[in-house]
């Protein structure tokens, strides 16, 4: 697994440290900064139109 975070600021992959209690996993941590790094590539999909309509994913998921 490639851990991918160099489209994440700094600033928010420290912030996330800080939210996390004063000992924790390591993949705890790695499993919040996935989550917020695909979070926002996905808001920046939407905002670009990147997306998928509904009635498309239906007949797409219905061939399966």
């Known amino acids: 697994m490639g851990l991918q975070i160099n489209n994440m600021e700094r600033d928010k ?4 440290i800080k939210e996390l209690p004063e000992e924790f996993e390591l993949e705890d941590l790695i499993e919040k ?3 917020i790094e695909k979070t926002e590539k996905g808001l920046k999909q ?5 997306t998928v309509p509904h009635e498309k ?3 797409i998921a219905g061939k399966w």
């Open 13 to 16: 992959a420290l912030d996330t």
């Open 33 to 35: 900064l996935i989550f």
């Open 46 to 50: 939407l905002d670009e139109g990147k």
């Open 57 to 59: 994913v239906k007949e």
